[in-house]
């Protein structure tokens, strides 16, 4: 499987390193005397070793979680399975690290034991977040964007003022983007930020043309995977985007609209057919 190599791919080099700088320690510190530069290179060495380890723990998101995650995925051929086994044993080793480093903190040394509390906290947070986004994921895989999209939105033109739009739109029904369309052809999208960046005595006199964002449009299609939509709002860190059909205004796809089929569909246990069950 493709994840279970590259999964071992990173440790092993991190391991592979640390025995190299192990090596040239022992060999060159056979004839010479301790220096600087030999003790970086041990450092290098402990340093590897060390994170090497580290990754190979069972515990996801670490490398060695992978590992086990696609071990389990392989036999059971259930993602989102293999991932919550995998993922609570990387909250149980950060749970195990916290209460280390809270032994270390009162027992032994104060910077050893709050790093150890960081580590783990790390660990439980990284394999909780890991677990809800694959769930999300799988959720999704099956879905179309038409069948959440919101196909009701109301469009206007370029030359409608920023007056009407708030009065009409944003107020009234509560949106906080409208497509922009010309004979059914989308032209740009109009926002509250846009709005916000015009003094409210000029709203009457500015066409949205003059606000809107016009340029690069993030859009997808009717038919595309869900999975997609979602991947594009988190990467450019925006709450909509536009449906296309072919050159015509479609639709609008919001972030919340998202959320709300996953609640919907958790609160009611609705699962895509060929979806994994968990």
Same mark, same amino acid.
């Given at each position: 499987?493709?994840?279970?190599?590259?999964?071992?791919?990173?440790?092993?080099?991190?391991?592979?390193?640390?025995?190299?700088?192990?090596?040239?320690?022992?060999?060159?510190?056979?004839? &010479?005397?301790?220096?600087?530069?030999?003790?970086? %290179?041990? /450092?290098?060495?402990?340093?590897?070793? %060390? *994170?090497?380890?580290? @990754?190979?723990?069972?515990?996801?998101?670490? #490398?060695?979680?992978?590992?086990?995650?696609?071990?389990?995925?392989?036999?059971?051929? @259930?993602?989102?399975?293999? $991932?919550?086994?995998?993922?609570?044993?990387?909250?149980?080793?950060?749970?195990?690290?916290?209460?280390?480093?809270?032994?270390?903190?009162?027992?032994? #040394?104060? /910077?050893?034991?709050?790093?150890?509390? /960081?580590?783990?906290?790390?660990?439980?947070?990284?394999?909780?977040?890991?677990?809800?986004?694959?769930?999300?994921?799988?959720?999704?895989?099956?879905?179309?964007?038409?069948?959440?999209? !919101?196909? !009701?939105?109301?469009?206007?033109?370029?030359?409608?003022?920023?007056?009407?739009?708030?009065?009409?739109?944003?107020?009234? +029904?509560?949106?906080?983007?409208?497509?922009?369309?010309?004979?059914?052809?989308? $032209?740009?999208?109009? &926002?509250?930020? #846009?709005?916000?960046?015009?003094?409210?005595?000029?709203?009457?006199?500015?066409? %949205?043309?003059?606000?809107?964002?016009?340029?690069?449009?993030?859009?997808?299609?009717?038919?595309?995977?869900?999975? &997609?939509?979602?991947?594009?709002?988190?990467?450019?860190?925006? @709450?909509? %985007? *536009?449906?296309?059909?072919?050159? +015509?205004?479609?639709?609008?796809?919001?972030?919340? #609209?998202?959320?709300?089929? *996953?609640?919907?569909?958790?609160?009611?246990?609705?699962?895509?057919?060929?979806?994994?069950?968990?």
């Amino acid at each position: 499987m493709i994840e279970f190599t590259m999964a071992l791919a990173g440790p092993l080099t991190s391991l592979l390193l640390g025995l190299i700088f192990w090596g040239i320690t022992r060999l060159v510190g056979q004839v &010479t005397e301790p220096n600087y530069v030999m003790a970086v %290179v041990g /450092f290098l060495a402990y340093m590897n070793l %060390v *994170l090497g380890i580290f @990754n190979l723990l069972p515990g996801f998101p670490m #490398d060695g979680g992978r590992v086990l995650r696609s071990i389990i995925w392989g036999s059971t051929r @259930n993602l989102i399975k293999a $991932t919550n086994i995998a993922s609570w044993i990387g909250q149980v080793f950060g749970w195990v690290l916290i209460a280390y480093g809270i032994f270390l903190v009162f027992r032994v #040394d104060l /910077f050893s034991g709050l790093w150890a509390v /960081f580590l783990g906290w790390y660990l439980t947070s990284a394999a909780a977040a890991s677990r809800q986004a694959v769930t999300y994921r799988e959720r999704l895989a099956g879905v179309r964007v038409r069948e959440v999209m !919101n196909v !009701n939105i109301v469009t206007i033109t370029p030359e409608t003022t920023v007056q009407d739009m708030v009065t009409g739109i944003f107020q009234k +029904k509560h949106d906080r983007a409208v497509p922009v369309c010309r004979d059914e052809k989308l $032209t740009g999208i109009a &926002t509250i930020t #846009d709005v916000k960046k015009v003094p409210q005595e000029r709203w009457a006199i500015t066409p %949205v043309k003059d606000i809107m964002s016009g340029g690069k449009l993030y859009t997808v299609m009717p038919d595309d995977n869900l999975n &997609t939509a979602l991947e594009l709002i988190a990467k450019n860190d925006i @709450n909509q %985007v *536009l449906i296309k059909n072919g050159e +015509k205004c479609a639709g609008l796809l919001t972030r919340a #609209d998202i959320i709300r089929y *996953l609640q919907l569909s958790q609160e009611m246990g609705i699962q895509k057919k060929g979806s994994a069950g968990g």
